[in-house]
T-cell receptor, first 113, second 115 residues
Framework: GENVEQHPSTLSVQEGDSAVIKCTYS??????FPWYKQELGKRPQLIID?????GEKKDQRIAVTLNKTAKHFSLHITETQPEDSAVYFC????????????FGTGTSLTVIP | SQTIHQWPATLVQPVGSPLSLECTVE??????LYWYRQAAGRGLQLLFY??????ISSEVPQNLSASRPQDRQFILSSKKLLLSDSGFYLC??????????????FGPGTRLTVT
């Protein structure tokens, strides 16, 4: 099955700096790569996603890049704010029956005011 | 718009007791449905998924089972809980067709503590 690895597991940045989280996947059939943000005790919320026919996608302060050849994708958050502090999860899908997601182990991001 | 519900929100159960968690989705038809478990401070583990009524696929062998008795209802069950079943149980749905076919949206979750 799919194996998704995520790094780093924890990340601290000063407010206003950028944060980068990286993931790798193993299944070349995966064609959809979402990122979720989970605040303490809450459900994961989809914040951005990218499909395999696109190399980069941006939404205000967040962007995601995808390198299909190397099987890795990254989340970039610019001008970080304290409210960006949360756990972030990447995932890769198995695009056949059921479109299952396989998640990375998460990155705990702390933005220091 | 679509809404996903889970209940109960929290549950404390003794080891060996049965379990039934329910998930329902409103505002869509024939969704794909998923059960995930998140242990404390850990990632999301896919337990079961369903592409239609009565169609259940299991990802991880365990003492849990799932059923989909209606199109928008997904139930997670156990006959005898183990301590290791403690965690945050999340139901998710995705559209079966359309532009957003790949997106998954999570319910509010059930926090289960097995004592």
């Amino acid at each position: 099955g799919e194996n998704v690895e995520q790094h780093p597991s924890t990340l601290s940045v000063q407010e206003g700096d950028s944060a980068v989280i990286k993931c790798t996947y193993s299944d070349s059939a995966s064609n959809y790569f979402p990122w979720y943000k989970q605040e303490l005790g809450k459900r994961p919320q989809l914040i951005i996603d990218i499909r395999s026919n696109v190399g980069e996608k941006k939404d205000q302060r967040i962007a995601v890049t995808l390198n299909k050849t190397a099987k890795h994708f990254s989340l970039h958050i610019t001008e970080t704010q304290p409210e960006d502090s949360a756990v972030y999860f990447c995932a890769a899908n198995h695009p056949h029956t059921g479109n299952q997601f396989y998640f990375g182990t998460g990155t705990s991001l702390t933005v220091i005011p | 718009s679509q809404t996903i519900h889970q209940w109960p929100a929290t549950l404390v159960q003794p080891v060996g007791s049965p379990l039934s968690l329910e998930c329902t989705v409103e505002g869509t038809s024939n969704p794909n449905l998923y059960w995930y478990r998140q242990a404390a401070g850990r990632g999301l583990q896919l337990l079961f998924y369903s592409v239609g009524i009565g169609q259940i696929s299991s990802e991880v062998p365990q003492n849990l089972s799932a059923s989909r008795p209606q199109d928008r209802q997904f139930i997670l069950s156990s006959k005898k809980l183990l301590l290791s079943d403690s965690g945050f149980y999340l139901c998710a749905w995705s559209p079966a067709r359309g532009r957003s076919i790949y997106e998954q949206y999570f319910g509010p979750g059930t926090r289960l503590t097995v004592t």
